[in-house]
T-cell receptor, first 116, second 112 residues
Framework: GENVEQHPSTLSVQEGDSAVIKCTYS??????FPWYKQELGKGPQLIIDIRSNVGEKKDQRIAVTLNKTAKHFSLHITETQPEDSAVYFC???????????????FGSGTQLTVLP | EADIYQTPRYLVIGTGKKITLECSQT?????MYWYQQDPGMELHLIHY???????EKGDLSSESTVSRIRTEHFPLTLESARPSHTSQYLC???????????FGPGTRLLVL
């Protein structure tokens, strides 16, 4: 099955600096890669996603890059603000052994702290 | 914004009690999931359903059970709660042909 590794597990940055979180996946068939942000006391919320037919996607201060050859993708947050502090999860699609369905495999999470 | 709800948000119970965690969504999604999230943040899939009367166990073994009698409702039941069941439980749903999962706010369970 799919395996997604996420690094680092914790990340502290100064307000205004950039933050980068990296993930690698094992299944070359994976073709959808969402990123989630989980604030304290809440469930994860989708913040950006990318499909395997593009290499980069941006949404204001957030961007995601995908390298299919190397099987890794990254989340970039520029001009970080204290409200960016949260746990971030990457994920990738997988196919069941029966081939009948897909589900997301999540990375282990990154606790981002933006210091004022 | 996703319309997926979980109740209760917080629950403190004694060992041996039977509990049901509720999850409902109003988006008509056929796929629903339950995750257990440990203090180390990692999400562990414990149950999923691809439609009414369809339920499967996830990657992490769990003593809980689920049912899917209606599309919008996916409750999780613990017949006899134990302190080892203390955790946060997250419910999620996904529509047809879309990879994105939408999560509920979670239920934080404490078993004494």
């Amino acid at each position: 099955g799919e395996n997604v590794e996420q690094h680092p597990s914790t990340l502290s940055v100064q307000e205004g600096d950039s933050a980068v979180i990296k993930c690698t996946y094992s299944d070359s068939a994976s073709n959808y890669f969402p990123w989630y942000k989980q604030e304290l006391g809440k469930g994860p919320q989708l913040i950006i996603d990318i499909r395997s037919n593009v290499g980069e996607k941006k949404d204001q201060r957030i961007a995601v890059t995908l390298n299919k050859t190397a099987k890794h993708f990254s989340l970039h947050i520029t001009e970080t603000q204290p409200e960016d502090s949260a746990v971030y999860f990457c994920a990738a699609t997988v196919t069941f052994s029966s081939g009948s369905a897909r589900q997301l495999t999540f990375g282990s999470g990154t606790q981002l702290t933006v210091l004022p | 914004e996703a319309d997926i709800y979980q109740t209760p948000r917080y629950l403190v119970i004694g060992t041996g009690k039977k509990i049901t965690l509720e999850c409902s969504q109003t988006m008509g999604h056929d796929k629903m999931y339950w995750y257990q999230q440990d203090p180390g943040m990692e999400l562990h899939l414990i149950h999923y359903s691809y439609g009414v009367n369809s339920t499967e166990k996830g990657d992490l073994s769990s003593e809980s059970t689920v049912s899917r009698i209606r599309t919008e409702h996916f409750p999780l039941t613990l017949e006899s709660a134990r302190p080892s069941h203390t955790s946060q439980y997250l419910c999620a749903s996904r529509g047809q042909g879309v990879g994105t999962q939408y999560f509920g706010p979670g239920t934080r369970l404490l078993v004494l």
